[in-house]
């Protein structure tokens, strides 16, 4: 605690910096004297309280830091006299309301920060003066609803974060005013539909994740044309309406995972001709529409993992011709088109693990010359075609591991110079396959008899790790 007057003499003093002590109480009229001051940082203290009038003198302040601190409450016009302040930090406090009026002298401010508290509602026209605000920060508070209109005067916000609340429903209207705003971020509340004028039209990026949306209204997001990220996963979306997507042409990231849906409308895609990254893993997808990724020629990940996909589209990924990862693990793929990788060029990453594999088609990775990666494990593959594996020189890793395998074609590894991790655990594998990688830096094949056409591995400490010199 400081002595009354400790800064009295410092007449002149911009910025004090009292953060990161112990602080539990502030003396009254301790900045009193503190008139040219511009910057004070009390966050990470212990104050519970503050003294009516602590700020009143601090006319010149711009910004005031009193983040984690345990502060319930705030005394009614506290804030009054800072009539300069463009930055206020209350995150990481235990405030459960905010007083009527609290902010209605900051008219220059433009960041507000009041995540992280206990905040159960807001009073109506609580930030009806801060026609400034740029930035507002509601997250991680006990929100269930919004007050109709309240919103409405931040003219000038681009970015509002209201996540992990527990809003169950959006006002009508709610974000109509908000005609600057880029950044709207809703994820992790309890949102059951999406009415569709609450959605402003100069958005870029709108997080909708960890909701319990069931389904998008026709034209949801028809305003939002400069959308370039759009956040869907965990939810409950069983299905996505026709042409739901199709306005959103600027947009480069969809994330789709986590949710319900058993199938892809025809051309639902179509007009997303900037997308490079699509998620739809962790869905019940059984098949995929002929042609519904032919317009993404930008897409570099697509995200397919823990769907039911029995098959693939013969050319299903033709014009992805940018694709850099390719995830097809926990699927219940039997086979592969043949030719199904041909386009895929730029391709590093290739996950095909946890399918029902019996065999792979020839040549079926020999145009994927930029490959470092290939995970073929906890599949059911009895036999390698020869020469399967000639054109990876650049893998770096590949995985075998969980299969039937119960014998390798000679020289099957050969052409892989770059090789340093080869997983081969649970086959069939016998004494009589001999094994010879130039580089192999990794063996994991605990449980196998293979013969080495290399000096014996060193450090051998009965798992399946064989560091080579």
Not at 152 to 165: H, S
Not at 234 to 239: D, T
Not at 388 to 394: A, G, I, M, N, Y
Request: proline fraction near 4%; hydrophobic fraction near 35%; glycine fraction near 4%.
């Amino acid at each position: 605690m400081y002595a009354n007057g400790v800064f009295d003499k410092l007449t002149q003093l911009t910025r004090l910096e009292l953060d990161y002590n112990q602080l539990k109480s502030l003396p009254r009229g301790v900045f009193d004297k503190l008139t040219q001051l511009t910057r004070l940082d009390l966050e990470q203290n212990q104050l519970k309280s503050l003294p009516s009038g602590v700020f009143d003198k601090l006319t010149q302040l711009t910004r005031l830091e009193l983040d984690y601190n345990q502060l319930k409450s705030l005394p009614r016009g506290v804030f009054d006299k800072l009539t300069q302040l463009t930055r206020l930090d209350l995150d990481q406090n235990q405030l459960k309301s905010l007083p009527r009026g609290v902010f209605d002298k900051l008219t220059k401010l433009t960041e507000l920060e009041v995540s992280h508290n206990q905040l159960q509602s807001l009073p109506s026209g609580v930030f009806d003066e801060l026609t400034q605000l740029a930035y507002l920060n509601l997250q991680q508070n006990k929100l269930q609803s919004l007050p109709n209109r309240v919103f409405d005067k931040l003219t000038k916000l681009t970015a509002l974060v209201l996540r992990n609340n527990q809003l169950k429903s959006l006002p009508s209207g709610v974000f109509d005013k908000l005609t600057r705003l880029t950044h709207l971020n809703l994820r992790t509340n309890q949102l059951k539909s999406l009415p569709v004028p609450s959605l402003v039209t100069k958005l870029t990026i709108l997080d909708l994740d960890q909701n319990q949306l069931k389904s998008l209204p026709s034209g949801v997001f028809d305003k939002l044309t400069q959308l370039t990220r759009l956040e869907l996963d965990y939810n409950q979306l069983k299905s996505l309406p026709r042409g739901v997507f199709d306005k959103l042409t600027q947009l480069t990231r969809l994330d789709l995972e986590q949710n319900q849906l058993k199938s892809l409308p025809s051309g639902v895609f179509d007009k997303l001709t900037q997308l490079t990254r699509l998620e739809l893993d962790y869905n019940q997808l059984k098949s995929l529409p002929r042609g519904v990724f032919d317009k993404l020629t930008k897409l570099t990940e697509l995200w397919l993992y823990q769907n039911q996909l029995k098959s693939l589209p013969s050319g299903v990924f033709d014009k992805l011709t940018q694709l850099t990862r390719l995830e097809l693990d926990y699927n219940q793929l039997k086979s592969l088109p043949s030719g199904v990788f041909d386009k895929l060029t730029q391709l590093t990453r290739l996950d095909l693990d946890q399918n029902q594999l019996k065999s792979l088609p020839s040549g079926v990775f020999d145009k994927l010359t930029q490959l470092t990666r290939l995970e073929l494990d906890y599949n059911q593959l009895k036999s390698l075609p020869s020469g399967v594996f000639d054109k990876l020189t650049q893998l770096t890793r590949l995985d075998l591991d969980q299969n039937q395998l119960k014998s390798l074609p000679r020289g099957v590894f050969d052409k892989l110079t770059k090789l340093t991790e080869l997983w081969l655990y649970q086959n069939q594998l016998g004494s009589s396959c001999p094994l010879s990688c130039q580089n192999l830096y990794e063996l994991h094949c605990s449980d196998q008899e293979l013969t080495y056409s290399q000096t014996a591995p060193t450090n051998y400490q009965g798992i399946a790790l064989f560091p080579w010199d």
